[in-house]
């Protein structure tokens, strides 16, 4: 264990210091790199609380993702052009204010993770992994044809959003903002593993029949991990619209899913830092990568081939050489 | 800080040396890799064709891949904008992504000079002085179809596009136009490469013509599948599905099809003879309408360059409005909302030798602006 | 609407349906033999498609573009099976996942560079192009038909290679106990391999049946390939039977919501509205149908209790 907590503090000091390097040397898009790192870290974090320590593979954590960004996207276009996004049974107008928009992003993603976790949790092993796949497909082709908010164009945001005492528009003020709330995801999940319903739950995957021995529900326990999962990667969302000033259906496809996936796989399963290490290499991949040629989805393939086939454990695996505790 | 000074010193020098001393810096942003590569990379061969020609070492293009994700492409916007300190930006072709670049690199004070999208939100009342559309308003060809039809004395049209924004642009573009009835009207599945359903309601419907925007793939699947199936009604669409980069990957299923396009390879002015035989030279396949597009933007900029320093937006802007360059379109105006005012042609396509290509039979529309500019205020 | 044509798109939806079961029987053959999820599989039907194309091409014989869709998804499957798929049968569905996506973005990116960023020309032969007439007047398109027959007898082949030969007796014993057939002094490694390629046969000829009337292009497997899933998790994973019932299931839906639900929508809104809220439930309706599907049998219409 000991290698892997240098590992992680590794990854917290390449959060803390490329940021600051990138503000001398005045390399703001640097910034906003590592902005997105931060921000699919959350979003990264929010499935391994279902994957890694549920066992719950889910290919539809772009719902949640995606659910976040349109709730930043209805509510500050409503802003922007001021039109009221309700006028009947009550007033209700948009807003430009992020811990608004993130309160109502993390309530319809908890919302809509607690239906489809009631649906999907019937099911289990690759069915589970194909259910959420095609909730997932399901909002996509809905936003898609979704006119009144743009269709396939999305919602083009052309102000971020203010956070208060903040100005959101300078790179390294809204990086400290999404860093600030990695690191109470962290605190959270971190917290949550190694609370009792942490242990329940790991016990849940690992050995479903004793959990119901000792009179605890391990499908119940399952759906609260998957709606706390789903609520963080909704606010993820949130945050990497307020990144774009933009949403699109994009966030709603499978291809989503399945990046949100990678990062953790890169990183490490079930490991507390897997999705912040996955999120940062996996950045600075397609930073590199893309600028070396333009078939690079070659080297990024063979790439994560690699990590599959050789490194056990994900990246931090192999660094550490160690299986997650609770693996 | 050093740039800071560095461009102060240059705004001294300025005054001295005249409008031509200040580099421009421009970011192509376009789509290289993935399905739908072929559309970006005539882009950027259309504009690096122009870049090459002029010789002009002012000029610095970095160019970027967006894999066609809007995501992507806002963030390589963030990327030219903060780190290669750009002063255009071009290139991108799906109005999607335009949607999630151009409003905010023109709210940075960035010119961007469109060579493909050009969504009808960004014609009206979202409008900006420093974005200009040199290719054309998304429902310009789907206009000049639908006066085309009229010609050919269509009263029964069955229409159809894919169920997203740009396809209702298309149909209704069409109908703004088109004065006879509807036989049907169809949105399909964005993507959707199976017609076989359409097909056969177009055959029970009692249309005496088609119309359809279905571009990419789903427009070859369509053609393909539209010659099989025994409907033996003309067809007409935008130009789109039946540019030179699809042409062969759809073959006789083409052939004779009447479609609506602002360029073609065989329009009579010298630019664009030296256009047409420059590209071959240089990549040795025929130009497509993208590239033509590509190739005019470059010489837009190239023009108010000449003319202004990037610098001095308001001049540079003025020196882009005039529009004064050798499109491979022979004349070329902007209208007041920064858009062009172009004839439409309807091409046919034919085969020459073994290759597929179009040759121009009429004019839809002459000097035809799009229907928003009366929106914008700028 | 008439009787005409409603037969006639029953029989589009059949069509497209068994064209999904091509793809679907080869991915739920190798998740039944070897428990693994295989993304990549739209890959192969893509390789498929494009080396038709090149062969038809070059001697303009569809006969033999097909011969060669089979032979290059079979080859290539057969070598992606010995180089990286069989390494992953013992590592979880997660990392099955990671790799065979990365497998997608190689064989994408790869076929672009070998065959550049423009789709390819694959067209109908002559000889099965145009429409036919059916009894009671329906004209159709004589390829589709082909299409339909063609796919019926795949799966009669397939059916009778389970049932009857020596090789579908050991894929049979393959899904029911691996270790057993290890046992049983049957060559595992190789048995997996067969069934890797024959898999990777089927999809390739999917991409070059439909590669035909379609445009082949790099990104075409993706679309089909999450179709596929679709169909075989319906139809309960490791289930011929119940990939063929759940691709006709799913071709139907899709082919039969795309029309009808607009003209549903109809009674309730005005036209224009009522198409587009028709189209976009008509979109999410295979979804919709395998969600409710799943609901109530948590293994598919024919899998084995999970």
Redesign the interface.
Known sequence: MIRETYVNALAVAVLLAVPAWAVIA?????I??MT?AAIFAVAAIGLNIALGIGGLVSFGHAVFFGLGGYAMGILAHHAQTYTALAEWPILIEGTKSMPVIWLLAVVLSALAALVIGILSLRTSGVYFIMITLAFGQMFF?FA??W?EY?????L?I??RNGFPGLNTLV?IHFYGLCLTVLFLVLVFAWRLVNSPFGLALNAARQAPIRVETVGLDPVRIKLVAFVISGAITGLAGAM?ADL???V?P??FSWQTSGEIMIFIILGGVGRLFGPVVGALVFVALEHWL?GLS????IYLGLLLLLTVLFGRGGLIGMVSGRRAVHD | ?K?VTMAAAAALALGVTGAQAEPVKVGLITT????G??LG?DVRDGFMLAVKQTGNDDLEVVI??DQR???IA??LA??MV??EKVDVLTGIIW??LA??VV??VT?QGKFYLSPNAG?S?LAGKGCHPNYFNVAWQNDNLHEAAGAYANFEGFKKSFILAP????G?DALTGYKRFYEGDLAG???????Q??Y??EL??I??SEADSVFFFLP???G??FL??Y????VDLPVVGPAFSFDQ??L??????ALGVKNTSQWNKDLDNPTNKAFVESFQAEYGRLPSLYASQGFDTANLLLSAMAKADVKDADAFREALQAGEFASTRGNFKFGPNHHPIQDIYVREVVKEGDVYTNKIIGTALTSHADAYWSDCNM | ??L??LI??VL??L??GIMLFLMAAGLTLIFGVMGLINLAHGSLYMIGAFCAAAVAGLTGSFVLALIAALAGAAIAGALVELVVIRRLYDKDHLDQVLATFALILIF??GT?WIFG?????L??PDYL???ITLPGGI?Y?L??LTLIIVGLLVALGLYLLISKTRLGVQIRAGENDREMIAALGIDIAKLYTIVFALGAALAGLAGAL?G?????????GE?VLILAFVVIVIGGIGSIKGALIGAILVGLTD?LG??FLPEVMKLFFDP?TA??IG??V??MAIYILMAAILILRPSGLFGARA
């Open positions: 005045d390399e703001p898009f640097t906003t790199l997105r082709f898609i044809s006119a743009g269709g396939e164009d999305g083009s052309y102000v790179p990497f774009n000033r933009f699109s994009t966030m893309g333009d078939y690079w989805h | 800080m740039l290289l890799s993935g399905g590569a072929g990379i970027e891949d994700k809007p995501d806002v963030q963030d990327k903060q780190s109005s999607n949607m999630a409003p905010s709210a969504p939100a169920n997203y924004p740009a209702k009207e169809i949105y399909t599945k964005l993507g490469t199976d076989a359903a056969a309601q055959r029970a990419g793939g789903m070859i699947s393909k599948q010659k099989d199936s025994g980069g699809i062969q990957a759809v073959g006789d299923a | 609407m008439s005409i044509l006639e798109q589009n939806g069509q497209f994408s990116e672009r960023s423009f789709p390819l020309f067209d109908v192009s145009g429409p004209e398109p390829y589709r439909v035909a009337i379609q445009s082949v292009q790099v990104g075409m679309p082919t795309g029309i224009s198409t587009s189209s976009s008509a979109s």
